[in-house]
C-alpha cells in the first residue's frame, strides 16, 4: 500500500469515525428559546436606556451609572444568545465517543457582564480601586476557569472546576466582608440595600457551578437542559436583578438617604488608593 493508499484509508476511518459519533446538542426548541431571550434582554436593555431621560435620573451620578451599566449588561447578554440561537459561539469536546457542544459564547458574556455587575455594586459600597481590581480579577479568573475545564475531555477539567469555585468565594467574602463593612458606614439604609442587593445577585451564582458539574461534569444532564437552566438564570441574575437593584435605588431615596454623597465617598476611596 503506497502512501497516497494510506492516506486515503485514513481520511476514510477518520470520516467514518465521525458518523458514527454521536452528537449532543442542543434542542431546535432551545435554539427557539434563545431568540426570545434575546429580544427580552435586548428591550431590557433599551428601558434601563430610556431610564437616563427622566429628569429625576438625570441629574444622580450614581443612577446615571446604573442605567448605563444595566444597559451594556442586558444587551452583551442579549447578543450572546442571539449568537447561540444561530448555533454561533460553539465548539465540540470529544469525550467517551461523543461530541458534546459547548457555547463559548455564553462564556464570552459572563466575562463582561459579570464584572459590570459586581462594578455596581462596588461604587455603591465606595471599596478602594485596589478592592475593586481585585474583585473583578477573581471575577474573570472564575469566569475563564470554567470555560478551560469545560473544554477539556479528561479529569483536569474538575481541578479548573475547583479553581472557578475558589474565586467565587473569595468574591463572596470580599463582598460581605470589606464591601459590607463600606456600605454600612455610609449609613444603615444604605448598608441595608447594599446587602439586599448583594445577597439576591450571590444566592442567583450558587446554583452556576453545579449546573457546570452536572452538565459537562458528570453528563447527568443534556446540553438542552443545561441550556435552559443557564437561560433561567440569567434572566434573573441580568434583567430582574438590575430591576431589583432600581427598586432599592428608590427605596434608599424615599428614606432619605443621598445617592449623590454614596458617589463622593466612592470618588474618595477610589482617590485614597493613590494617595
Known sequence: ???????????????????HMEYLVSAPWVLS???????????????ALAGLFKPENSKSTVKRAGFYLSFA????????????????????????????EV????????????????????????????QWVFVLLLDIGMIVTGLIG????????WAWWAFGCIFQIIIAIELFGNARKNAYAKGNKQGQVYMAALTFLMLVWVPYPFVWAADIGFHWITPSTAG???AILDFIAKPVYTA?????????DNSGASLEEAAGEAREALLEGDN
Open 228 to 230: 435552559v437552566i443557564y
Open 33 to 47: 428559546l434563545y431568540y426570545i431571550w434575546a429580544g427580552v434582554l435586548c428591550v431590557a436593555a433599551f428601558v
Open 73 to 100: 449588561i442586558n444587551f452583551v447578554a442579549a447578543m450572546a444568545y442571539f449568537a447561540m440561537a444561530h448555533k454561533q459561539g460553539r465548539a465540540f469536546v470529544i469525550e467517551d465517543g461523543s461530541a458534546y
Open 150 to 157: 469545560n473544554l477539556l475531555p479528561d479529569n483536569t477539567k
Open 103 to 130: 457555547y463559548w459564547a455564553r462564556y464570552a458574556d459572563w466575562s463582561i457582564t459579570t464584572p459590570l455587575l459586581l462594578t455596581h455594586l462596588i461604587i455603591f459600597a465606595g471599596l478602594a480601586w485596589q
Open 244 to 252: 431589583v437593584l432600581f427598586s432599592l435605588h428608590v427605596h434608599l
Open 1 to 19: 500500500m503506497d502512501t497516497m493508499d494510506v492516506t486515503k484509508h485514513a481520511h476514510h476511518s477518520q470520516e467514518e469515525h465521525e458518523h
